[in-house]
């Protein structure tokens, strides 16, 4: 047997040495070179993998209302900036996120197209977006988010989070289209979806509105009785004055709202087909921070349903409620 063949140089590639050697050799060397890449693609899927699990987790925690679950997902000095730029204390607001009432309808939160990247091996950037499907408007609310996750010690917490809204409400909305609001209204509680039932139980409170006389300005004036209010801190009536108005710098309506126990607050209003949505961000007299989706839903006529619902991730969960809206007759005094 002639060993031409082997020893052939143009077939081994090198001189004198068979080609089961070389291939032997270079396959040794291609995976030395390989193993670590592949190591490493491994240990950062199993990170990807393990960061998608807490971000599902803390979908499923907030749906249930459950504050303690929601701080744990948080690191010590976690924030949030929400989209009108508040920014609040991640791990305190999430614990106080409490389970939704029988019969409440909670948003409907779903993430939808996201990203994974890495800064380093301990630091990870997810950015998405999400939709929330609210009762009382036709489209959900499309909204951007950028959250940061670090590696501790017991996993993947959140240290940040940024939120954007995606559908800026359109230029053709004026403060005129709230012309309707202008009157004296009576607002009952709506137990249960049944406003009749509520019919005989004394207003939750009485809201006055009118223009400035420059009409750039819809005056709001609301009061909530002390049975209304939280009785453990209010000994009389609650005082509120709002102003609407339009925002030439953010080109939207915007509010300012003060009350007469030193609470303030500020939101933005876009509308959703027959609907109103005020996102409203407020701090009440002890310093805490609160945010809500306030949702008006008005019949063209005399009636309006007025729903507060608890915001998106990581915002204060004051508690949800739907309340019923009746115009008084022109001429009639509270």
Same mark, same amino acid.
């Given at each position: 047997?002639?060993?031409?063949?082997?020893?052939?140089?143009?077939?081994?590639?090198?001189?004198?040495?068979?080609?089961?050697?070389?291939?032997?050799?270079?396959?040794?060397?291609?995976?030395?070179? *390989?193993?670590?890449?592949?190591?490493?693609? $491994? /240990?950062?899927?199993?990170?990807?993998?393990?960061?998608? +699990? @807490? #971000?599902?987790?803390?979908?499923?925690?907030?749906?249930?209302?459950?504050?303690?679950?929601?701080?744990?997902?948080?690191?010590?000095?976690?924030?949030?900036?929400?989209?009108?730029?508040?920014?609040?204390?991640?791990?305190?607001?999430?614990?106080?996120?409490?389970?939704?009432?029988?019969?409440?309808?909670?948003?409907?939160?779903?993430?939808?197209?996201?990203?994974?990247?890495?800064?380093?091996?301990?630091?990870?950037?997810?950015?998405?977006?999400?939709?929330?499907?609210?009762?009382?408007?036709?489209?959900?609310?499309?909204?951007?988010?950028?959250?940061?996750?670090?590696?501790?010690?017991?996993?993947?917490?959140?240290?940040?989070?940024?939120?954007?809204?995606?559908?800026?409400?359109?230029?053709?909305?004026?403060?005129?289209? *709230?012309?309707?609001?202008?009157?004296?209204? $009576? /607002?009952?509680?709506?137990?249960?979806?049944?406003?009749? +039932? @509520? #019919?005989?139980?004394?207003?939750?409170?009485?809201?006055?509105?009118?223009?400035?006389?420059?009409?750039?300005?819809?005056?709001?004036?609301?009061?909530?009785?002390?049975?209304?209010?939280?009785?453990?801190?209010?000994?009389?009536?609650?005082?509120?004055?709002?102003?609407?108005?339009?925002?030439?710098?953010?080109?939207?309506?915007?509010?300012?709202?003060?009350?007469?126990?030193?609470?303030?607050?500020?939101?933005?209003?876009?509308?959703?087909?027959?609907?109103?949505?005020?996102?409203?961000?407020?701090?009440?007299?002890?310093?805490?921070?609160?945010?809500?989706?306030?949702?008006?839903?008005?019949?063209?006529?005399?009636?309006?349903?007025?729903?507060?619902?608890?915001?998106?991730?990581?915002?204060?969960?004051?508690?949800?409620?739907?309340?019923?809206?009746?115009?008084?007759?022109?001429?009639?005094?509270?």
């Amino acid at each position: 047997m002639s060993l031409a063949p082997i020893l052939n140089p143009a077939q081994s590639g090198r001189a004198g040495v068979p080609c089961s050697v070389v291939g032997a050799s270079c396959l040794l060397a291609a995976a030395s070179l *390989l193993a670590p890449a592949i190591a490493a693609d $491994t /240990v950062r899927d199993r990170d990807k993998a393990a960061i998608r +699990a @807490a #971000a599902q987790a803390y979908q499923e925690a907030l749906s249930r209302g459950d504050g303690p679950a929601l701080a744990a997902f948080w690191t010590a000095d976690g924030d949030i900036v929400d989209e009108q730029g508040n920014t609040l204390a991640g791990r305190k607001s999430a614990a106080d996120a409490t389970k939704p009432a029988a019969g409440t309808v909670r948003p409907d939160m779903r993430i939808r197209e996201t990203n994974l990247r890495f800064l380093t091996d301990d630091v990870a950037i997810e950015d998405g977006t999400v939709e929330v499907g609210l009762p009382g408007i036709a489209q959900p609310v499309r909204g951007r988010f950028s959250a940061t996750w670090v590696r501790g010690a017991d996993g993947w917490k959140l240290a940040a989070l940024r939120e954007d809204r995606l559908d800026a409400p359109s230029d053709a909305e004026t403060l005129q289209d *709230l012309d309707w609001m202008v009157g004296e209204w $009576t /607002v009952v509680e709506d137990r249960e979806g049944r406003p009749e +039932a @509520a #019919a005989g139980d004394k207003p939750a409170m009485e809201i006055t509105v009118r223009w400035n006389a420059n009409r750039t300005f819809l005056l709001r004036d609301m009061k909530i009785p002390a049975a209304a209010a939280d009785e453990a801190n209010q000994a009389g009536t609650l005082n509120v004055t709002q102003r609407i108005g339009w925002d030439p710098l953010s080109r939207k309506i915007r509010s300012w709202v003060f009350s007469s126990d030193g609470g303030h607050g500020e939101a933005a209003w876009s509308r959703d087909g027959d609907a109103w949505v005020a996102r409203t961000a407020a701090v009440l007299p002890d310093g805490t921070q609160t945010s809500s989706l306030n949702i008006y839903s008005f019949d063209g006529k005399d009636r309006c349903i007025w729903r507060s619902l608890p915001t998106h991730v990581g915002g204060e969960h004051a508690p949800a409620f739907t309340m019923v809206m009746t115009r008084k007759p022109k001429g009639k005094t509270p």
